[in-house]
């Protein structure tokens, strides 16, 4: 998964992101809370870890734009040293879905992030297949099948296509794909991630006829939705 974090200390950072990454999450550090919000309004993120007290834009304040702002339900974890009851009620009331008081060990840190994305994404860990409508992914020979039938995908193709369907209907940045998928955003031709796209709906047929639309956005990534009623 995704993860922004929102903390001005770099040792803290440090902690938090070699621990996220070690669980297999892509960790993106922001020191100023206005730095986030910005990079919210044009990139994806699975889930937000934040500090109180932060330069430009403090963390509860970053929390109320999260929750104004943003359509999709975004999992909050606030990660401080403030420990009153008072403060605790404060942010669980005004829309975050865990608190931690610092200090916190890497252990416990990754089981409270870990038991938020289940909830929020209803994961479930082992899968061995995964099915949206007449898609099937099987997670051990990763291979996909449309209505019972075989489709030859190559191993990013099958990843790409599933982060998708796992995300139908919520767009996706560029950024957010090629963290999950390419596991780094420097390495590859501008052009090869639209060429992966292209092949999906060609392959798996992603179009409105058949039920459904995968689009570019422009400036911000791609987005596949079902349409209803429109399906072959």
Not at 26 to 32: E, Q, R, S
Not at 63 to 68: E, I, P
Not at 173 to 191: F, G, M, N, T
């Amino acid at each position: 998964m995704r993860i922004a974090v929102l903390e001005d200390d770099a040792a803290q950072t440090d902690f938090i992101c070699e621990a996220l990454t070690a669980a297999g999450h892509a960790c993106h550090a922001f020191t100023k809370g206005g730095e986030l919000v910005r990079q919210l309004r044009r990139e994806t993120f699975d889930l937000l870890v934040l500090d109180w007290n932060v330069p430009d834009m403090a963390g509860d304040e970053v929390l109320h734009w999260v929750r104004q702002s943003l359509s999709a339900r975004l999992p909050v974890l606030f990660m401080t040293s403030r420990s009153r009851e008072a403060d605790i009620a404060q942010m669980l009331n005004a829309g975050a879905d865990d608190y931690v008081v610092k200090p916190v060990s890497a252990t416990v840190l990754c089981a409270r992030v870990n038991s938020l994305l289940r909830r929020t994404y209803q994961l479930h860990v082992p899968a061995l297949k995964e099915t949206f409508g007449e898609f099937e992914f099987d997670l051990k020979s990763r291979r996909a099948s449309v209505n019972g039938r075989l489709v030859s995908l190559t191993q990013k193709e099958f990843d790409l296509a599933l982060l998708l369907f796992q995300h139908l209907s919520r767009p996706l940045s560029r950024a957010h794909i090629l963290d999950v998928i390419w596991k780094q955003s420097d390495d590859i031709p501008s052009r090869t991630m639209d060429t992966h796209v292209s092949m999906l709906r060609s392959k798996l047929g992603l179009r409105p006829e058949n039920g459904y639309r995968l689009t570019p956005i422009y400036g911000y990534g791609y987005r596949l939705e079902r349409i209803e009623g429109e399906g072959a």
